[in-house]
């Protein structure tokens, strides 16, 4: 579904991704996992437009996805839960929700999907009228994964769903999204820096370090990795 | 007593058309964050706009001297933000939005000094066009009244132009408000504002929500420079007394705040008016900014100012 070859991007002379090649498949949950400045933001930001790749190749759907102007991406099916939520504060949680409708498959289907969106996130309904940047950093995450499925997306990227989050809400926000997944079969793109979790929900894994990509494998394999047990999973 | 209720009905009169067109320029900051110095001259164009299709091209004989004025007017609002349009993309577009948004200062200075040049060219520009002799829209409303009461021997007098003026811009504002909270277009130029990269990532496209925005607050604001063109003669130079007028309701609203700027613009026709009662009219302007600083050194936010954002 979703195809880099050869990706390397960065930020005026000082590159961060370095030949980068990551497959998606239909279906698949893939994690990227890696420390803090690995290039896994970057990743996603160049797969949105916001960061203009020097090299390489991404496909979405075998449509060269660098042709395609960054705010028509979200119209081919690619939803983004950005870093730090970033949900729109002085919008309500409604219209943030309608925010993420704005592609033609989220208007089709925008009954069908807010009555799923807020059977899986329901402090989302008990909240629909506050404005979200009154609420805590929990419930703008959960907003922000709920406004990304409202586009009806068939691939959704969630960049470090669980930062600046309690353990207990980062837990509770990967059960959801494993819950999601297991209704809706969505594929799923995951950056993450608690591995541990992110390895045990995905399919697939990449091991991003210092814009390279280390190590790459099912979740068995990658879990099984020495080194990947010591330096981030602490056995 | 009466002086006073005369003063208060002239501010609110008065401050609903100021209202409305600091809601043109605010509703441009809100959004894309430029700081448009030429705002005042579009404004002025528009004045100019409202007077020819006024006079010469057939709206005076089609509609006569009472309506004429006002239907020119609103139909003026239309063409600017067709200009404005034009404008932002041949020229406001390359040193805004997403453009320049990875830039130091996104761009503000070459945004400074592009507006200043718009300004410059389109005052001296209006010059050459129009020439320097004062210009007005002349309506038989501008100089009679109706009269409010008597209630307990006192009777206000409205001038019935200008409470037209009013309710025209009262009904604009509602239409504006009706836009920005209700419809797709409006819901869509509220995110693209809140955080033009998350916007761009639900599939907006931020530029094209600046270019409308940028049209929008063009077209608002010369209907309401049209207005105040019943009342007020005009010249090429006129936006410069008004863009100052413009700003200090949009700081005062509220940077950001689009309902705000109406207020903002509210209170500074309230104040203009009012002052008359202790000062001499040539300290009008004066005694503007004298509350403008005395309400900012106490609410530096402004009274709409965001309150909402959490980091």
């Known amino acids: ?235 | 007593m009466e002086g006073f209720l005369q003063a208060l009905a002239a501010g609110l009169l008065i401050g609903a058309v100021y209202g409305l067109m600091c809601v043109g320029l605010g509703l441009i900051f809100g959004v894309m964050r430029v700081i448009n110095f030429a705002h005042g001259d579009f404004m002025m164009l528009g004045m100019y706009t409202a007077f020819y299709l006024f006079t010469a091209a057939g709206v005076q004989s089609l509609f006569g001297n009472a309506v004429g004025p006002f239907v020119s007017i609103l139909l003026a609002g239309p063409v600017l933000a067709v200009f404005g349009y034009f404008v932002h993309r041949a020229l406001i577009s390359h040193v805004s939005g997403t453009r320049t948004a990875s830039l130091e200062g996104e761009g503000h200075y070459a945004q400074l000094i592009l507006t200043l040049g718009i300004a410059l060219i389109l005052q001296n520009g209006g010059l050459i066009v129009f020439g320097s002799v004062l210009a007005s829209i002349r309506t038989p409303l501008s100089s009679s009244a109706w009269e409010l009461g008597p209630f307990f021997d006192i009777s206000i007098f409205l001038n019935k132009a200008r409470s037209i003026d009013m309710i025209v811009s009262l009904i604009m504002m509602i239409l504006l408000s009706l836009l920005i909270t209700r419809t797709r277009i409006g819901k869509s130029l509220r995110a693209a504002a809140d955080n033009p990269t998350a916007a761009t990532y639900m599939g907006i496209d931020v530029d094209r929500a600046h270019r409308t925005a940028f049209a929008l607050g063009c077209g608002i604001t010369a209907i309401a420079g049209g207005l105040l063109a019943t009342n007020y003669p005009f010249h090429p130079f006129v936006g410069l007394e008004y863009v100052i007028v413009m700003y200090a309701g949009v700081v005062l609203g509220g940077m950001g705040s689009i309902i705000g700027a109406f207020w903002g613009g509210m209170t500074i026709g309230l104040v203009q008016q009012m002052s008359t009662l202790i000062l001499p009219t040539q300290l009008q302007n004066a005694a503007i900014f004298a509350v403008f600083l005395l309400i900012i050194f106490f609410r530096p936010q402004g009274f709409f100012g965001r309150m909402v954002e959490r980091t």
């Open chain 1, 1 to 235: 579904m979703l195809r880099i070859e050869g990706l390397s991007a960065g930020y005026s002379a000082k590159p961060v991704l370095n030949d980068i090649s990551i497959n998606v498949g239909a279906g698949e949950f893939v994690a990227i996992v890696g420390p803090n400045g690995a290039g896994k933001t970057t990743l996603f930001k160049t797969i949105s437009g916001i960061v203009k790749p020097s090299g390489g190749a991404i496909t979405f759907e075998g449509v060269d996805l660098l042709a395609v102007p960054p705010p028509q991406r979200a119209h081919l099916g690619i939803a983004h839960v950005p870093e730090g939520r970033q949900v729109f504060p002085s919008l309500t949680v409604m219209e943030n929700l309608e925010m993420g409708a704005m592609t033609e498959s989220g208007r089709r289907d925008w009954q069908t999907n807010i009555e799923r969106i807020f059977e899986w996130l329901p402090v989302l309904k008990e909240r629909r009228d506050q404005f979200a940047g009154t609420m805590s950093g929990g419930q703008q995450q959960m907003l922000a994964i709920g406004r990304g499925l409202a586009s009806s997306p068939k691939l959704l990227m969630l960049d470090e769903p669980s930062m600046g989050l309690a353990p207990s809400t980062a837990d509770f926000i990967f059960e959801r999204l494993i819950e999601i997944r297991r209704q809706s079969g969505l594929t799923m793109l995951l950056v993450e820096q608690r591995v541990a979790e992110a390895l045990e929900s995905a399919d697939h894994g990449y091991v991003l370090e210092a814009g390279h990509v280390v190590l790459e494998g099912n979740n068995d394999t990658l879990r099984a990795d020495d080194r990947v047990r010591k330096a981030y999973l602490g056995m």
